[in-house]
């Protein structure tokens, strides 16, 4: 791990592909249909598209790819907040953390720690998925809300 340039978040490539097209926060907003205050939480707040349709939008105005905006992490916040509402991206997150903290001594190599990062995010969906048979009804999203 070490050596290892940190990878850029969502915000910074949102930032750094914007400044480059030389368009300012606003032209970005408009160009993708959100507003100004959305591009700031996105570059200065850490926050991510709640509609995937968004990253499409992001990729298309910025002239990248959606993989490019995205790491895996971002990803999997992404569809935990889509399934699962604000609390399941706060979940997430803090699974996202604690395994960050296993690795803070350098012991796994880089392809090792993506394997457990991948694993822990598969159980978190899959045991949110399991849980759905025990959770009232007025609670759950439905597929129809859950993009909105």
């Known amino acids: 791990m070490k050596g290892r340039d940190p990878i850029m978040k969502f915000g910074d490539k949102v930032k750094t592909l914007r400044i480059q097209r030389k368009m300012t926060q606003e032209d970005l907003a408009k160009a993708v249909g959100v507003s100004t205050r959305t591009i700031i939480n996105y570059e200065q707040y850490d926050r991510y ?19 490019t905006l995205l790491t895996e992490n971002e990803e999997f916040l992404s569809e935990a907040y889509e399934k699962y509402g604000r609390r399941g991206e706060i979940q997430a997150q803090s699974i996202l953390d604690q395994a960050s903290a296993l690795f803070a001594g350098g012991d796994l190599s880089e392809d090792d720690e993506l394997a457990f990062v991948h694993e822990i995010q598969q159980l ?4 949110k998925q399991r849980a759905k048979k025990f959770t009232p009804r007025k609670y759950l999203r439905t597929e129809d809300t ?3």
């Open 49 to 67: 598209p709640r509609n995937r349709g968004i990253y499409s939008k992001l990729a298309e105005t910025l002239e990248t790819s959606v993989d």
């Open 124 to 127: 978190y969906l899959d045991s």
């Open 146 to 148: 859950a993009g909105e």
